[in-house]
């Protein structure tokens, strides 16, 4: 009976959930922790098999930080992250977590909360995305083909954006941006509004709220400056850092950018829509 | 021997500014077109007086033209974004003709130290912005 026992403790069950292109599995044998993922990711659900990464949550006792609001809620630390052979080391004060980049897979330790691993994808995402960026944006599509980037940092109007679109929007916070033939596509990735989709990016715009609303056309240097602030950056991982800034240069100079001043009324993508064509 | 482009820098024009990425202290800096094209000379065969002398403009060298490129090279230096150490370049890539009709100051004229979490929500808290997602 012991040993039923026993192999009861250690069951670990699994999701996965298709960040953009990249498939992720989650593992663990705390289940309460893989319906947190279930609860934020659920849209971005995907059937086994086929991950190219694989993520271990092992939970220990260390208590909850004091401020978290919910176990789902986001808690930033400061990260230490350090390579080690294959990959990297991430550390936190209550979490850490080993990537092995070889064998495709990360061990994460911290309290049963969804923020160990928000530290974690933040420096996971950026490695696993190698034919692009990652960037704090909206991403609102206009039909099956083309859609529209929304940059900003928090209290921009990403989310007023979004739910102003009626339904067209991807995602109201993270979206993955890669070229393919020549075209620069978004990726929505999950996020609290979210729903999986891609799109064909005919506008970059950098939100800011107004009376009215408001468009200028950006040079592409403007535009550089601008997304320089709304990228995730590989900032351990110099290669991976070259990478994105060629990928961000890319952008900036090949899909049209605008400075979106708007008030948040029902006919703003009415205007986006007639200004940028 | 003169200053040239540090290896753990990677850069590239954009619109009229050259823009530059130093690999390692996660910063990226902006320089203007006079500063752009005096970055892609950086052999580490020319110095200022090679710079003065490849200029061709419509319009004299003004006075002061020498101390402000050695200012600008001095900025760069400072930025760890050249070395001067090593040997020149075997082959001296010629210099593009000089962008602007008449000189001007060569500059560093923005910069931005990168992170790697994009002020984005879901990886802050203490926001009510950022706290609006679901709760258990």
Known sequence: MLEIAEEREVEVSQSSFAFGETRLRFESADRTWLSYLDRRYQRFSISPGNESFVVSFEPTSLPLPPNLVSRLAAHLEAVHCEPVENGYRVTTETSQCEIDLRSRRAILRGPSALYPLDNVLRHLLPLLWEEGLIVHSALVADDAESGVLACGPSGAGKSTIARLARGRALSDELAAVKLEERQTIGVALPFWESRPGRARLRAVLHLGHGASHRLERLLPEEALRRLVTQVLWPVWDEPAMARSFAYLTELAETVPAFDLSFAPTGDVWDFIDKEVS | ?136
């Not at chain 2, 753990?8 to 390692?24: K, N, Q, S, Y």
């Not at chain 2, 000379?41 to 002398?53: I, K, P, S, V, Y």
């Not at chain 2, 001007?104 to 997602?133: A, H, K, M, T």
Request: with cysteine; hydrophobic share 40%; glycine share 10%.
């Open chain 2, 1 to 136: 021997m003169g200053l040239r482009r540090a290896a753990h820098v990677a850069w590239r024009r954009v619109g009229d500014e050259t823009v530059l990425i130093h690999l390692r202290n996660k910063k990226i800096f902006v320089l203007n077109p006079s500063g752009g094209f005096l970055w892609h000379g950086l052999d580490g065969a020319r110095g200022t007086e090679e710079f003065l002398e490849s200029l061709t403009l419509d319009h004299p060298i003004p006075e002061g033209a020498s101390g402000r490129i050695d200012s600008f090279l001095e900025n760069l230096r400072e930025a760890d974004l050249v070395d001067a150490e090593g040997a020149p370049d075997e082959e001296t890539p010629s210099l593009p003709e000089y962008p602007l009709p008449a000189f001007v100051p060569p500059e560093l004229v923005w910069q931005e130290e990168l992170r790697n979490f994009g002020l984005s929500c879901i990886f802050l808290s203490g926001d009510e912005l950022c706290n609006s997602g679901p709760s258990l």
